[in-house]
């Protein structure tokens, strides 16, 4: 699926639409360059499914964690590699069939990463327009 957003706005309604389509255990691999609204289409993702208290990126933290819908994972390991990814223990996190995991900067820990997982490619079109690709890997 492609589809171009014009908005902040349009993207939160793309967030929402896509919200609504996650099942328990899904992996969301987001790619785009730096400011291309990962952890903003995150943010509205999680906001629609419950998530309070507002999403920072978690680029120092690398993983946090949020209780809504599904209890969610923000992962940003854009500062990391694979073996400090398994030495942290998030590979038993990544494993977890129950919750929703959402990752910026994912190919850092490639090893680490199911078969079947959601990818959102977002490309930056101008200031507030943005291309956003969403396939299924199955
Ligand atoms: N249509 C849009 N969708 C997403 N972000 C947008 C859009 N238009 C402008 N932006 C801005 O682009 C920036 C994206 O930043 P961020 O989400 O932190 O990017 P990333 O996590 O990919 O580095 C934010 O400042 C956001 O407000
Ligand atoms: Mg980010």
């Given at each position: 699926?492609?589809?171009?957003?014009?908005?902040?706005?349009?993207?939160?309604?793309?967030?929402?639409?896509?919200?609504?389509?996650?099942?328990?255990?899904?992996?969301?691999l987001?790619?785009?360059?730096?400011?291309?609204?990962?952890?903003?289409?995150?943010?509205?993702?999680?906001?629609?499914?419950?998530?309070?208290?507002?999403?920072?990126?978690?680029?120092?933290?690398?993983?946090?964690?949020?209780?809504?819908?599904?209890?969610m994972?923000?992962?940003?390991?854009?500062?990391?590699t694979?073996?400090?990814?398994?030495?942290?223990?998030?590979?038993?996190?990544?494993?977890?069939?129950?919750?929703?995991?959402?990752?910026?900067?994912?190919?850092?820990?490639?090893?680490?990463?199911?078969?079947?997982?959601i990818?959102?490619?977002?490309?930056?079109?101008?200031?507030?327009?943005?291309?956003?690709?969403?396939?299924?890997?199955?």
């Amino acid at each position: 699926m492609k589809l171009t957003v014009n908005s902040l706005l349009e993207t939160k309604k793309l967030a929402e639409d896509f919200a609504m389509s996650l099942s328990e255990g899904d992996m969301v691999l987001l790619n785009g360059d730096l400011g291309a609204g990962k952890t903003t289409f995150t943010q509205f993702v999680f906001a629609s499914l419950g998530v309070k208290d507002v999403v920072n990126s978690p680029t120092f933290a690398i993983l946090k964690t949020y209780e809504g819908k599904f209890t969610m994972h923000h992962f940003d390991t854009y500062r990391i590699t694979t073996e400090e990814a398994i030495e942290a223990g998030f590979d038993e996190v990544i494993s977890n069939k129950e919750s929703v995991k959402f990752i910026e900067w994912s190919e850092n820990i490639k090893p680490l990463l199911p078969k079947k997982y959601i990818e959102v490619n977002i490309k930056v079109i101008d200031e507030n327009k943005r291309e956003f690709e969403i396939t299924r890997y199955e």
